[in-house]
């Protein structure tokens, strides 16, 4: 059984960094490409970045240069470095494996991001 845990969320101002950590029960964590997804109210869920098992990195146009995705294989997460955050980065941020396939249907509960002033 799959298992994704988000912590790190939080009310945050416009400018404002908060840093995302996903911890991930995967057996061969190193194996897959790992990915944040976020679904605001009304919205589709969207991958806004993704890091893959070589460790190279994609991100949506609307994070680019703003969000940074990493990786701890030894501890089994991954983290997402959100800087200048707007208000239309609101949403629940969860995390997931990328694959040709899609992400696995098991999804954790995901950790609120609230950017307002």
């Known amino acids: 059984q799959v298992q994704f845990v988000e912590s790190g969320g939080g009310l945050v101002q416009p400018g404002g960094s908060l840093t995302l950590s996903c911890a991930a029960s995967?057996?061969?964590?190193?194996?897959?490409?790992m990915g944040w997804y976020r679904q605001a109210p009304g919205q589709q869920r969207e991958l806004v970045a993704a890091?893959?098992?070589?460790?190279?990195?994609h991100y949506a146009d609307t994070v680019k240069g703003r969000f940074t995705i990493s990786r701890d294989n030894a501890k089994n997460t991954a983290y997402l470095q959100m800087n200048s955050l707007k208000p239309e980065d609101t949403a629940v941020y969860y995390c997931?494996?990328?694959?040709?396939?899609?992400?696995?249907?098991?999804w954790g509960q995901g950790t609120q991001v609230t950017v307002s002033s």
């Open positions: 890091i893959f098992s070589n460790g190279n990195t």
């Open positions: 997931n494996v990328v694959r040709a396939l899609g992400p696995f249907g098991s």
């Open positions: 995967l057996s061969i964590f190193s194996a897959y490409n």
